[in-house]
Each structure stands twice: as C-alpha cells, then as structure tokens.
C-alpha cells in the first residue's frame, strides 16, 4: 500500500505559476501527476520513476516540471504559463512499479491521493 496526500492547489490567474505537493508514504516507485477537469475523462501529466526518469503530456511540455524529494518522500509539480485548459482536479498517484511501464495511463495506477483542485481564471 502507498498513501498520497496532496496540497497546494488553489485559484491563479492565467500565466501565473503554482507547486503542487504530494506527500508519499514511499517514493521507490513511478509516481505520477494526473488531472480531471469537470466532464472530461481523467488524464495524465506527468510521472517520474525510481531513477528519475521523466514522462510529461504533449499539453504541458515545457511548462511542468516533475521532481520529487527522496529523503522527505514528498512528489512536486511546478507549473508555469498556467492557462485556464489547465484547471481541474489534480490527483498524484503510484504504480506499484520502479518504472513507468504504465506511461501516463490513469487506469493503470493503483494508488491515488484525495486531489487537490487547480482553478486558473482568464
């Protein structure tokens, strides 16, 4: 069993910037970053394995960063140049895996956190 806790998200203005956090029980397995948006399927970010190699969606190549803190056992999303596509539920999850042999599959991770909402406004 992994425990995700997630914080930081909260209301911004479009071009602004936000940390997400995501507190883990253990960090030796892939950990990702996911996202809901109200009506729309749940979708994959980011996700970083064990070595910490890193996936990131198309959507957000360039503006996210996913890095994590092994000592403090803590997963981090910076994003920057927020845009309004980007509000929704976001969800840190593990596979029960070193690597991310799910890529940024929802469906495939066990594990998730409660989320924590991200509203970016125009």
């Known amino acids: 069993q992994v425990q995700l806790v997630e914080s930081g998200g909260e209301s911004v203005q479009a071009g602004g910037s936000l940390t997400l956090s995501c507190a883990a029980s253990q960090i030796t397995y892939c950990t990702g970053w996911f996202r809901q948006a109200p009506g729309k399927e749940r979708e994959g970010v980011a996700a970083m394995d064990a070595p910490g190699n890193r996936h990131y969606a198309d959507s957000v190549k360039g503006r996210f960063t996913i890095s994590k803190d092994s000592v403090k056992h803590i997963l981090y999303l910076q994003m920057n140049s927020l845009e309004p596509e980007d509000t929704g539920m976001y969800y840190c999850?593990?596979?029960?895996?070193?690597?991310?042999?799910?890529?940024?599959?929802?469906?495939?991770?066990?594990?998730w956190g409660q989320g924590t909402q991200v509203t970016v406004s125009s």
């Open positions: 999850a593990a596979l029960d895996k070193p690597y991310c042999s799910a890529g940024l599959e929802a469906v495939r991770y066990p594990y």
